[in-house]
Every structure is written in structure tokens, then in C-alpha cells.
């Protein structure tokens, strides 16, 4: 007698079909909702009112206001949590699926960097937005200061004066501690 789990299966193809069904079946079903949510963050808009004292009245625009792509964003547009999509999609030897989540973490960075660049977000969150990506928001820099040395000669006598005070008081607070 045939074992019903091996005669029209394999191992592999009966372990996807434990279980909740998947959001995503193909990679190609993943290409097509990853455009879908870069279109939707793309065309966001924000209500801004702002007050005309010329004409006095209140103005509301709808502004563009594009959100930055992120996979975080992503899997709410689906509907499932970040841990169930690497889980299902890049941890569990899914292959098919790895080139897709490659292109779509790429996507993330570069649009990250064009957003900041072209001022559509705030540059206060750059750092931590691009930390991800590897980049820093620190700036090593070596600056050399030279000693600028000048010469009692050209100094007035009142600046003298007030120099030997300074010296005196400086001293008299040093023997005292």
C-alpha cells in the first residue's frame, strides 16, 4: 500500500502545505505588490492649512509628502508582521523569493538616500533611517590649531596690569586649594 504522504508529494511540497496558506504564492506576485506600495508611498499626500493675512482666510493644500519604501511598510500594506515575512520568504530556504527581497532592500536604500538628498524627509532622522544601510552620521576631522604666540611688546601698560591681576588671583586660588 502507496503511503498517502509520498505518492503525489514530496516531503518539501507536503511541509509548505502545513499550515496558513501563504500571502505571496509566487515571486513575481511579490514584484507586483512591492510596485503597488512604492506607488502608494510615492503619491502621499499631508493636509497643510496655513492662514492668508493678505486675503484672511484659511488655505488647505494637499501636499506631496512621499513616505521612504521600507520592508517594515511593506508588510503592513500586505497584511502580515516583518517576522512572518522573513520567516516564510528569505529563512526558510525560499530561493525563489531571495532575489525579490534582495532587489526590495536595495530599493529601500537607494530611495532613502534620494529622499534625504531631495529633502522630501527630515535630515534630523537621516541617521537613523541609514544606519541600516550601513551609513553614520559621525565625521571624523582633524583639525590643527596653530599656537598663535604674541609678544609682551605690544601690549598696552593697562593690559599688563590687568595680566599680573589675573596671574596673582590665579595663584592665590591655587596655594588656597
Not at 53 to 72: A, C, K, L, Q, V
Amino acid at each position: 500500500m502507496a503511503n498517502p504522504k509520498t505518492a503525489n508529494n514530496t516531503g518539501a511540497e507536503e511541509a509548505r502545505k502545513v499550515g496558513r496558506p501563504r500571502k505571496i504564492e509566487t515571486p513575481d506576485d511579490m514584484w507586483l505588490l512591492w510596485e503597488e506600495y512604492k506607488a502608494e508611498c510615492d503619491n502621499n499626500k499631508k493636509i497643510e492649512t496655513t492662514f492668508s493675512p493678505r486675503s484672511e482666510i484659511y488655505i488647505t493644500e494637499n501636499i506631496p509628502s512621499p513616505i521612504i519604501y521600507d520592508i517594515t511598510g511593506f508588510c503592513s500594506f500586505i497584511g502580515i508582521s516583518r517576522t512572518s515575512f522573513y520567516d516564510t520568504y528569505t529563512r526558510n530556504n525560499e530561493e525563489e523569493f531571495a532575489s525579490v527581497v534582495t532587489r526590495m532592500r536595495d530599493e529601500c536604500e537607494v530611495d532613502a538616500l534620494r529622499k534625504f538628498e531631495m529633502q522630501y524627509a527630515p535630515s534630523q532622522l537621516a541617521g537613523l533611517r541609514l544606519s541600516k544601510y550601513g551609513y553614520s552620521t559621525n565625521v571624523e576631522s582633524k583639525v590643527e590649531v596653530e599656537a598663535k604666540t604674541s609678544s609682551y611688546d605690544e601690549l598696552t601698560v593697562e593690559q599688563l596690569v590687568a595680566l599680573a591681576e589675573l596671574a596673582e588671583s590665579q595663584d592665590n586660588e591655587n596655594s588656597e586649594t
